[in-house]
């Protein structure tokens, strides 16, 4: 899938996977975390090395399914969703630490409003 405008791109396993923050994700992170503002705090203060990792791997694995939900969603072939088994198995503690940067954009992107100029006709002078 490719909705660039609202994604980040990473690697896992050498497969591309785009992290896109949904309503839906935005839900699921609320009921973990109490909303999107407590994330960031959460992910700072863990506690231990090994939480901090659980959180990445789930924070991962939640964002980079949202685009395989999108595409199965719109197509017929289906994809299958990533596990954080899968996610802990075919990265590195590095690479997660990496992909905080990817997950970050994604929230961004996910949280910023567009604003885009709409063309009313009442607004346009008659002629």
């Known amino acids: 899938m490719e909705d660039t405008d609202r994604s980040a791109s990473i690697k896992i396993g050498g497969e591309e996977y785009q992290l896109i923050l949904t309503t839906r994700a935005t839900k699921e992170i609320a009921k973990r975390y109490g909303g999107l503002e407590n994330l960031g705090t959460k992910l700072m203060k863990t506690e231990n090395f090994e939480m901090a990792l659980d959180e990445l791997v789930w924070l991962i694995t939640l964002l980079a399914n949202q685009s395989i939900l999108i595409h199965n969603l719109k197509n017929k072939d289906k994809r299958e969703l990533l596990t954080e088994e899968a996610v802990e198995l075919?990265?590195?503690?590095?690479?997660?630490?990496?992909?905080?940067?990817?997950?970050?954009?994604?929230?961004?992107?996910?949280?910023?409003?567009?604003?885009?100029?709409?063309?009313?006709?009442?607004?346009t002078p008659a002629g």
Do not use: Q, W
């Open 90 to 123: 075919l990265t590195s503690p590095l690479e997660l630490a990496a992909y905080k940067d990817a997950i970050m954009e994604a929230m961004f992107k996910g949280t910023k409003r567009n604003i885009e100029s709409v063309d009313d006709p009442k607004n």
